[in-house]
């Protein structure tokens, strides 16, 4: 991997920490918003009874979500301070902070005991991790036996993209999107056993389409005088979607659902 590892992480928490993230993206940073969060613990079977583990919850819009949608207990983790901080005054804004809570924490280095938890889900964040086995690992870890992980994140097909190889594509978690069957073999080899796949590419070009119309947003807000975000590199930012744009419409990159189970020794 040619960009350093812990830059990569850095960079990706403090992006989706600041408040330009928000802006672009409002407060669920990842395709098909709640309601693919909805679908994913469907999927997984959530009842009141289980204690849910949010693999890089973000601002924890999805954690929330769970705990009022399937009434189970949810902790968050999140590399992000800032987000950290956000979703622990959203969970007490909505009276939900006895039964959600949030941890600074990496999801290469999981702070709790071997099987801990009933379910697990990480949206848009595993093809960002650099030790994406070592993740799979900790997630089987804490993981009850016949516990399910529900993973939602950016798919390519077989060649890579040269074109969205930058800093930029990692912070869009694009830089090591892996095709399908990909994650399914590091799931494989951690100790999960894949059980559905199913593409959601639609909620993909969505959100890019929502991504391009505020940036035109913000280049017309700035054109005005009225705004001034330091660290945005506007055309650079447009270019960007340009290309994922492109690359969704030829089939090159999408989105996915896996569902995985922690296999039984
Ligand atoms: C695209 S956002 C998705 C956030 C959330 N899952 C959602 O869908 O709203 C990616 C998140 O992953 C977090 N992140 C990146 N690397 C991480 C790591 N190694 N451990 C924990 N969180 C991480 C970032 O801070 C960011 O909040």
């Not at 890579?160 to 800093?167: A, I, K, R, T, V």
Request: charged share 20%; hydrophobic share 45%.
């Amino acid at each position: 991997m040619a960009m350093e590892e812990a830059t990569i992480k850095q960079c990706c928490a403090t992006f989706y920490g600041s408040d330009l993230a928000r802006m672009l993206l409002g407060d669920s940073f990842h395709p098909g918003g709640v309601r693919l969060t909805q679908r994913l613990g469907e999927l997984l079977g959530l009842a009141p009874e289980m204690h849910v583990l949010d693999v890089a919850a973000g601002r924890g819009t999805s954690a929330l979500h769970l705990a009022k949608s399937f009434g189970c207990r949810v902790t968050g983790i999140d590399l992000s301070e800032a987000n950290i901080v956000a979703a622990r005054e959203a969970a007490n804004a909505e009276g939900l902070g006895e039964r959600v809570h949030f941890a600074l924490a990496d999801a290469e280095r999981l702070p709790f005991a071997d099987v801990t938890f009933d379910a697990i889900v990480c949206e848009c964040a595993f093809c960002t991790f650099p030790g994406k086995d070592v993740a799979a690992a900790e997630f089987a870890r804490v993981l009850k036996t016949g516990g399910g992980v529900g993973i939602s994140d950016l798919t390519r097909t077989a060649a890579p993209l040269p074109e969205l190889q930058d800093l930029l594509a990692w912070i869009a978690c694009i830089g090591d999107a892996l095709p399908m069957q990909e994650y399914a073999s590091i799931l494989t080899r951690g100790g999960l056993a894949v059980e559905q796949m199913e593409a959601q590419n639609g909620a993909l070009e969505e959100m890019v389409r929502g991504v391009q119309s505020r940036l035109l947003g913000l280049e017309i807000a700035s054109g005005l005088g009225k705004l001034d975000i330091p660290g945005l590199d506007l055309s650079a930012a447009k270019q960007f979607a340009r290309a994922a744009a492109e690359a969704i419409r030829s089939g090159k990159l999408g989105y996915a659902i896996l569902i995985a189970r922690r296999r039984t020794e």
